[in-house]
């Protein structure tokens, strides 16, 4: 997975104790996204992040402890980069103009950093282990993405445009829901037209919640 050098990794000048820490944690973090886009959660050990970012495996569990807490960080970091693009698109927006720019944002997101998203939904999916450490990362941040959902409807209710018999929080899980279904199914077959699905979903959602406008099926 190519990436582009930081600052850090530029600067002729001595790195400090600090400096060192971070561009080891950022090159193993990155190490790790790639092997599971590569080998999967199986295949990404403590080794092969070590080998593959050019560190050992013993400072791999210095920084992170173990293999669970490693992928701890990088869920984190992973979503960090998602949900700051979200912020700096939704400004201040609310209700139904909060939903479209989410979608759009998300798509584009997507699009972006497919990688990301591969990783993450494998991480995601290993979660439903019951053994698996990182589970409350994961439901942590679910929680958080629905309850900003959840907040963007109370918001257009107050306003007016969107109607006052929907549920917040039903449409905050099934908007997260539809959002994650849809990638799932464009990562395992990549000829679905990811742009089309995301720009109906935008309008039956739309849809659905204005108070202006009649709910109408997605099949009409």
Not at 57 to 70: C, E, I, P
Not at 125 to 131: E, F, I, M, S, Y
Not at 177 to 202: C, M, S
Request: proline share 4%; aromatic share 6%.
């Amino acid at each position: 997975m190519s990436q582009p050098r930081s600052a850090m990794e530029q600067s002729d000048q001595p790195r400090t104790q600090a400096e060192r820490t971070a561009l080891a944690e950022s090159s193993m973090v990155l190490a790790a996204i790639d092997l599971l886009n590569s080998v999967g959660i199986q295949g990404t050990t403590l080794v092969a992040i070590g080998e593959r970012s050019g560190y050992s495996r013993g400072l791999a569990s210095h920084h992170f402890g173990s293999k669970a807490g490693l992928l701890r960080t990088v869920l984190r970091q992973m979503t960090a980069v998602w949900t700051e693009k979200l912020v700096e698109n939704l400004g201040d927006k609310t209700g139904l103009q909060a939903f479209s720019t989410a979608i759009d944002s998300h798509l584009e997101h997507v699009l972006s950093h497919p990688d990301y998203i591969r990783a993450m939904n494998i991480l995601w999916g290993a979660a439903l282990d019951p053994a698996s450490e990182f589970k409350p990362n994961v439901a942590e941040f679910m929680r958080i993405q629905r309850e900003s959902v959840a907040a963007w409807v109370k918001g257009g209710q107050k306003s007016g445009e969107i109607r006052l018999d929907v549920n917040a929080d039903r449409i905050a899980e099934q908007f997260y829901g539809t959002l994650i279904g849809l990638n799932n199914q464009w990562l395992v077959a990549p000829e679905i037209d990811l742009r089309a699905a995301y720009k109906d979903f935008k309008q039956n959602i739309l849809r659905l919640l204005s108070a202006k406008l009649p709910p109408r099926n997605c099949n009409d």
